[in-house]
């Protein structure tokens, strides 16, 4: 029976996995092909006044949803109404949201002393309306790992939403063309959740049922809250404080890092979840699973973002013109900040998964006086410096996370380092080689060509040499997805 139910696990695990990793491949590729056409046609400052937005859109979010969705998928016994009083919630909050956003633009405005924030305020955050109807659909998908019809949602929605963005950009919107761009992607998405989820709200609200789910919930809504602030409070501080050049420089460095990182990242994190949580009960093949996640994200992640950081000037130099090249050196950073997010999120998704969204929220507000120190002491330096004190604050939060691990699985930083040791001394050896094969070549093209090929070949070569298990993982994955999609 045991076996019966590992070989059913493994097999939604490997679906997941494989779906969740196409949807995130096609519309972080598609998303980077998309920003080379956006970027070309639009100036920074129309970035940067995305980015200043980006916090009152990132906090309203997290208020609409209150960690509530997340409580769904914890939760054992699911009924009806639980599904039903989540979506009334999400919906009353959208709207309570928006007007209060429609009322603080004018003050938004003058904060950042750039008056076409009003308008833009008005009509970016209808944004929040329309995707609290999405929320729950999102959330009962997730819970049955139906990740096939999550990726089509995605993919189609994304290129949808992208092509109309590149032509209201070619016809001279500017700023407006990211507006149209972002609500478009929402209404389709939206509109395909509801086709393919066949299921309707009864539009019943128990006070029982919220308070129950808003128990756990509520813990997740306050820890978000406190990350979406200081995930933004970067671009808070260089909108005010520098320009929106400036900002808008940064924008385009964390979206680029966002790319690639996100995708593992995303794939992880959406999949690990409920796979977890459906193990919390046997806490022996909950490590198990626990390790082998950590595992496989630092043997994709690692050199995926060392190669990229060594290639970063000749990719902008081609792909985004001359205008972007002050992207590059925080871009370099950016990515090894990138490095540790994907353990980061194993690490954290492990507590929620075992229903201590209390260690949660204790664990994330214990961040908040490095970030803080880190802002004070590179505000004054520059938006490179703070970059850099992103980089240290993220390795710092790893080790943080991963402690609390320890704590509780006997799993801590220390044994997740001796198990990706091999992976490490391969991504250096990987560094080393791509230095030495571009090192002197003049060519943007040549450079970005050898250095994607050596950095490739030689990390393939050292994690065999290594003996690198997660090698034949991905080998016997790869030849499982061709088999099913041309055998």
Known sequence: MASAKDKSLKTKAFAGLVWSAIEKISTQGGQFVISIFLARLLMPEDYGMIGMLSIFIAISQSLIDSGMGTGLIQKKNRTDIDFSTVFVFNFFVSIAIYFLLFVSAPFIADFYNMPKLVILTRILTLNIIVNSFAIIQRTRLVISIDFKNIAKINVVSFFCG????????????GVWALVIMTLSKTIITVVMLWFLNRWSPSFQFSKQSFKEIFGFGSK???????????????NIVIGKVYSASQLGFYAKTKSIAETAA???????YQVTYPILTSLKDDQQRLLFVFRRFVRMSAFLVFPMMTILSLIAEPLITLILTEKWIPVVPLLQWMYFARIFYPLSS?????????????????????????????????IP?????????????????????????????????LQQFRDILKIILATIGMAFTVFVCSNGIESDVLKLFYGIVSGTASYLLFAFFLRIPELDEVKQTAIKIYNRCFC
């Not at 109309?164 to 919107?173: E, K, P, Q, R, T």
């Not at 996100?262 to 992880?268: A, E, H, K, L, Q």
């Not at 929220?361 to 880190?374: E, F, H, Q, T």
């Not at 938006?383 to 004190?389: F, Y």
């Open 162 to 173: 992208g092509c109309l963005g590149i032509v209201s950009a070619y016809n001279g919107f």
């Open 220 to 234: 997740l809504l306050i820890a978000g809250l406190y990350a979406q602030i200081f995930n933004n409070a970067y």
């Open 262 to 268: 996100g995708t593992i990242t995303g794939v992880f």
């Open 346 to 378: 194993i690490n954290m998704n492990i507590l929620n998964a075992i229903g201590r969204s209390d260690l949660f929220l204790k664990l994330d507000l214990s961040k908040a006086p490095l970030i803080i120190l880190a802002l004070v002491i590179t």
């Open 381 to 413: 330096l520059g938006v490179k410096a703070m970059v850099i004190g992103h980089v240290v604050t993220s390795f710092l939060a790893f080790l943080m996370n991963s402690y609390l691990s320890g704590r509780l699985f006997g799993y801590g930083p």
